[in-house]
């Protein structure tokens, strides 16, 4: 092989692979020009988007403090509400059905006792026994 025939296949080579590099290299342009004209849009949309982004940031704040507010308050509430029950379930005890027959006894027996110093009190002033 001679220096010429080396230089042509080197040539024709070349060649071929500059035939084949014109089409990726168009694509490659032609992306570029899209990519460019979409930075371009989200440039001039970004600024809405961060105004935006703020205000829903802001209110998903707003809207997770009222939620914790409402559930420290329902909290107090049930702390409130068990402190009820605990005290009812104290003074349970105290209310059985024992203990209120025991009540309604000793009811009976001061009234029975005020019956008679009434009657006492009547013979007593009107001086004669009935």
Same mark, same amino acid.
């Given at each position: 092989?001679? *220096?010429?025939?080396?230089?042509?296949?080197?040539?024709? *080579?070349?060649?071929?692979?500059?035939?084949?590099?014109?089409?990726?290299?168009?694509?490659?342009?032609?992306?570029?020009?899209?990519?460019?004209?979409?930075?371009?849009?989200?440039?001039?949309?970004?600024? *809405?988007?961060?105004?935006?982004?703020?205000?829903?940031?802001?209110?998903?704040?707003?809207?997770?403090?009222?939620?914790?507010?409402?559930?420290? $308050?329902?909290?107090?509430?049930?702390?409130?509400?068990?402190?009820?029950?605990?005290?009812?379930?104290?003074?349970?005890?105290?209310?059985? #059905?024992?203990?209120?027959?025991?009540?309604?006894?000793?009811?009976?027996?001061?009234?029975?006792?005020?019956?008679?110093?009434? #009657?006492? $009190?009547?013979?007593?002033? $009107?001086?004669?026994?009935?």
């Amino acid at each position: 092989m001679s *220096l010429e025939t080396g230089l042509f296949i080197l040539i024709l *080579l070349l060649a071929v692979f500059l035939i084949f590099a014109v089409p990726v290299l168009y694509q490659l342009y032609n992306s570029a020009k899209r990519a460019s004209a979409t930075l371009e849009a989200l440039n001039r949309s970004l600024p *809405l988007i961060l105004t935006n982004l703020e205000e829903i940031t802001t209110n998903m704040n707003k809207a997770s403090r009222n939620v914790h507010d409402q559930v420290e $308050s329902l909290a107090r509430a049930a702390e409130r509400y068990q402190g009820i029950i605990g005290a009812i379930g104290g003074a349970r005890g105290l209310f059985t #059905v024992n203990t209120a027959l025991s009540l309604l006894g000793k009811i009976g027996l001061i009234g029975a006792v005020l019956k008679g110093l009434k #009657v006492f $009190s009547d013979v007593f002033r $009107s001086g004669k026994a009935s």
